[in-house]
C-alpha cells in the first residue's frame, strides 16, 4: 500500500537518506559553493567497535582547571593592548577570584609584554600557588627571550606552540609534515635545555599544535607523544598539551569526537593534562568548551567575558557560572560580578553587552509581563520556603521561574530584576510598587493600573521607573481623595452605642450645599457613607483592602476602596498613619474619580 506524505509536512534541517526535501525557501544567491563541511576533512576513527563515543553519555561534576588568557591572547585582540599598569589590575583581580594558572604574556612579541614579566618576577605580585604562563613560537631566538623574561620566577609554565594543519603548514610555514614535526622537536628540546639550566624553578611545558580542529588526529597524536616521552612527563610534573579550536569550523560535537579521540589514545595519560582553548567563530565557543569537557579535557583557556581575536575566545564567566547553575562549585568566585565586569570593561577599553550571560546589564531583568508575573510569584514562592525550612532566604534551594541562579549570589541586587515599559504587565507593575513602596495592590485595582501605565509608556516610548510608577499610581487613585469635584475639609466620629457609630463631617463641592452632614452606621466608613448620602452622594462600597506599608506602628496605611457612585464603579486609595484616615480618603478617592 503506497500513502502520499502530506506536503504540509514541516521540513526538517538535517539530512536523511531518501527523505523528500520541503524546504519552502528560496536559494539565497550567496556563494555557498566556495565552502566545504570543515568535518568531512577530519577522520575520527571513534566507531569502530568498543570504540563508541562516552562524551554524550558523560556528566560534568567538578570544575576543569581555568586558565585566564586575558593578558595575552585576549590582549593581543585588543586595540589598545594594555600597558603594565592596566595588565596588573587585571592579573591582581584574577589572582583574587582563585585562578591558579594565569597566562600571563607572550614575552617576545612587545617589551611591553616582556616588561610585565619582569614586573611580576620582581615585585612579589604572584602569590605562592599561582603558576605563571609565557607564550612563545617554535623559534629559538624567540624561546631564548621567554626564558628570560621568566627568571625568579619559582612556578612557570612555558607555552610552545606551532601551527601544525595541512593549509597553515602548506600556507604560513612552507613545510611538510615531518618538516614541521623537526621544527616542534628541536624547539621543545631547547624548552627541556634552558629549563634544566634553572634548576630552582619548577619549570613545565605546554604544546599547542595550532589549528588543532583541522589538522589529522594522528599527526597530532604522533606529535604530542613524542613531547611527551622527550620532556620525560610524570604525575608530579606533568605535560600540558593543549587542543585549540583556533578556528572554530565545525558543529560542536565534532570538537568533543576529536578531544576524546586524543583523550583515550595519548601516551602516559596519567602524566598529561588534556587542555583546550576553543574560540568562538561559529558562535558556539562555550558549547564546544563543555563538551570536550565531557570528552576528557581537564583544563579550559579563554577570557573572562570572551574577548579575543575575531568572535573571541570562549567565554570564561559563562563556562564557570553555567556549572554553578548546575550545583557544581565553579572553583572561582563570581560573588561580586558587577565588579568583575568593570575592571575588565576598564582593563579592555571595550564594553560588556548588556545582554551578555551572567555578567550583563540587562541579564537578570524582565521587561516581559508574563516573565514578570512569574518572577514575582517565584520571589513569594522562594520567601514562603525558605520560612517553611527555617533557613534564611540567601540559604534556601533556589527555583524561580526565568532566573537560572540567584542574581544575589552574584552580587547584583533585585533592584533591577523586574523593570517596566510598554510591554509589561500588572506582575510587574505590583512587584515594583510592593519592593519599593509597600503598595500591595488587589487583583481588580493592579490589572486596572496596569493599563493606566501601559497608556503612559505607550505614550513615553520609555521606561516607567519605580518612583514614576507611584507617581502615577498617587496622580490617578490617591490624589482624588485629596483634591477633587467632592471636598472633605473636616470630619470626625464617634462611637455612639456599641456597634453603632456617627460621622460628622463638612462637605463642599459638586452641586453639594455646603454644610455639615451627618450619618450613623455599624462602623465609621457606614457612617460615613450615610453622611455622603444625606448630601445627595450614592455611594455602595463594593470591595475594601487595606494594610500597613511598613512593620513597625508609626507605618502608613494604605486603603483601597472600590466604589459604586450613580451608574460608576471607581477604585480609590488613601494613604495615612491612621488607618481610619487612609480607609476615608480612599472612599473619596473612589466616589471624585466617580464623579
Known amino acids: 500500500m503506497h500513502t502520499q506524505q502530506s506536503p504540509s509536512r514541516p521540513h ?11 524546504n519552502p525557501q528560496r536559494p539565497s544567491g550567496m556563494p555557498f559553493h566556495r565552502y566545504r563541511p570543515a568535518h568531512e576533512r577530519v577522520h575520527l576513527p ?55 594558572e594565569i597566562e600571563v604574556a607572550y614575552p617576545s612579541a612587545s617589551r611591553t609584554d616582556f616588561d610585565f614579566v619582569r614586573h611580576l618576577a620582581t615585585s612579589g605580585a604572584v602569590p605562592d600557588d599561582v603558576t605563571v604562563v609565557v607564550f612563545t613560537p617554535a623559534r629559538r631566538d624567540l624561546i631564548e627571550r621567554t626564558f628570560a623574561s621568566v627568571d625568579g620566577l619559582p612556578r612557570v609554565v612555558v607555552h610552545l606552540y606551532t601551527p601544525t594543519a595541512p593549509v597553515w603548514r602548506d600556507v604560513v610555514l612552507g613545510r611538510g609534515r615531518d618538516e614541521v614535526r623537526a621544527l616542534v622537536r628541536e624547539a621543545a628540546e631547547q624548552l627541556a635545555r634552558l629549563a634544566d639550566a634553572r634548576p630552582s624553578q619548577h619549570i613545565r611545558f605546554e604544546f599547542s599544535p595550532e589549528v588543532f580542529v583541522l589538522t589529522e588526529p594522528d599527526y597530532v597524536l604522533g606529535l604530542c607523544n613524542e613531547l611527551t616521552e622527550l620532556w620525560d612527563a610524570s604525575p608530579d610534573r606533568p605535560v600540558i598539551h593543549n587542543l585549540p579550536a583556533t578556528v572554530e569550523i565545525a558543529t560542536p560535537n565534532v570538537y568533543a569526537d576529536q578531544i576524546e579521540y586524543a583523550h583515550r589514545n595519548l601516551a602516559r595519560r596519567d602524566a598529561v593534562i588534556l587542555s583546550v582553548h576553543p574560540h568562538n567563530d561559529r558562535g558556539t565557543g562555550v558549547a564546544c568548551a563543555e563538551l570536550a569537557v565531557l570528552a576528557g579535557a581537564q583544563r579550559v583557556e579563554g577570557c573572562l567575558f570572551g574577548n579575543g581575536e575575531r568572535t573571541g575566545n570562549v567565554d570564561l564567566v559563562t563556562l564557570a557560572l553555567n556549572l ?24 579592555n577599553q571595550l564594553p560588556v553587552h548588556p545582554r551578555h550571560p551572567y555578567g550583563g546589564e540587562l541579564v537578570h531583568t524582565a521587561f ?118 467632592l471636598v472633605l475639609e473636616s470630619w470626625s466620629t ?13 462637605l463642599s463641592g459638586h452641586e453639594v450645599r455646603p454644610g455639615w452632614y451627618e450619618g450613623t452606621g455599624n462602623g465609621p466608613l457606614s457612617a460615613f457613607v450615610r453622611a455622603l448620602e444625606g448630601a445627595g452622594v450614592s455611594v455602595t462600597v463594593l470591595d475594601f483592602v487595606q494594610h500597613a506599608t511598613t512593620s513597625g506602628p508609626d507605618s502608613p496605611a494604605l486603603a483601597y476602596a472600590c466604589c459604586r457612585t450613580g451608574e460608576e464603579v471607581r477604585w480609590g486609595a488613601g494613604r495615612d498613619t491612621s488607618v481610619l484616615t487612609a480607609s476615608v480618603r480612599a472612599i473619596l478617592a473612589a466616589v471624585n474619580r466617580a464623579l
Not at 12 to 22: L, N
Not at 324 to 344: C, H, K, N, W
Not at 449 to 454: C, H, L
Open 12 to 22: 526538517s534541517p538535517v539530512a536523511r537518506a531518501g527523505a523528500p526535501d520541503w
Open 46 to 100: 571513534l566507531s569502530a567497535p568498543g570504540a563508541e563515543r562516552r562524551w554524550p553519555e558523560a556528566r560534568i561534576e567538578q570544575a576543569p582547571l581555568w586558565v585566564p588568557v586575558d593578558l595575552r591572547d585576549g590582549n593581543q585582540a585588543l586595540a589598545e593592548p594594555m600597558g603594565t599598569e592596566r595588565k596588573r589590575l587585571m592579573f591582581d583581580m584574577l589572582v583574587r577570584l582563585g585562578f591558579k
Open 324 to 347: 554553578y547553575a548546575q550545583g557544581v562549585d565553579p572553583m572561582i568566585d563570581f560573588s561580586e560580578l558587577d565588579a568583575v565586569r568593570a575592571t575588565v570593561e576598564h582593563c
Open 368 to 485: 516581559s509581563g508574563t516573565h514578570q508575573d512569574a518572577i514575582s510569584k517565584g520571589f513569594a514562592h522562594h520567601a514562603r520556603r525558605a520560612a517553611e525550612l527555617g533557613v534564611p532566604e540567601a540559604q534556601a534551594p533556589w527555583e524561580v521561574p526565568y532566573l537560572p541562579v540567584d542574581p544575589a549570589d552574584l552580587g547584583r541586587s533585585y533592584e533591577a530584576v523586574i523593570r517596566v515599559n510598554s510591554q509589561s504587565g500588572k506582575g510587574g507593575i505590583g512587584h515594583l510598587l510592593r519592593t519599593h513602596h509597600g503598595v500591595e495592590l488587589p487583583a481588580e485595582l493592579r490589572a486596572e493600573f496596569s493599563r493606566v501605565v501601559q497608556e503612559a509608556t505607550d505614550d513615553s516610548g520609555r521606561e516607567a521607573t519605580p518612583k514614576e510608577l507611584w507617581e502615577l499610581f498617587s496622580a490617578a487613585y490617591l490624589e482624588p481623595g485629596e483634591m477633587g469635584p
Open 494 to 506: 464617634e462611637e455612639t452605642a456599641p456597634g453603632e457609630h456617627r460621622f460628622t463631617c463638612w
